[in-house]
């Protein structure tokens, strides 16, 4: 069972900038996937980013170029860094991680972008 706690949402303009964190409770080493989903009211929940174990990525076009996903061994964390952000970035964020054929969920963390 792995736990994941996101960390970073918030309010912000738009153009601006946000940074979300995932903490994983065990070695991301032994993550085969890792990375963050997104929810929007009314919406279903989308891919944002995802980062393979070996270090390849898969970025939703949507973002490409503006969202940057990476992570953190020494920490067990992977990162989110969202630069020029748009209000329909606007969302609740979900760090996802697999392990095998498990699959598992953060909390969530509110991203809006408003002026």
């Known amino acids: 069972q792995v736990q994941l706690v996101e960390s970073g949402g918030g309010l912000v303009q738009p153009g601006g900038s946000l940074r979300l964190s995932c903490a994983a409770s065990?070695?991301?080493?032994?993550?085969?996937?890792m990375g963050w989903y997104r929810q929007a009211p009314g919406n279903q929940r989308e891919l944002v980013a995802l980062m393979f174990r070996v270090g390849t990525t898969n970025t939703a076009d949507s973002v490409k170029g503006r969202f940057t996903v990476s992570r953190d061994f020494t920490k067990n964390t992977v990162l989110l860094q969202m630069d020029s952000l748009k209000p329909e970035d606007t969302a609740v964020y979900y760090c996802?991680?697999?392990?095998?054929?498990?699959?598992?969920w953060g909390q969530g963390t509110q991203v809006t972008v408003s002026s």
């Open positions: 065990e070695s991301i080493f032994s993550i085969n996937v």
């Open positions: 996802y991680a697999r392990v095998g054929e498990n699959e598992y």
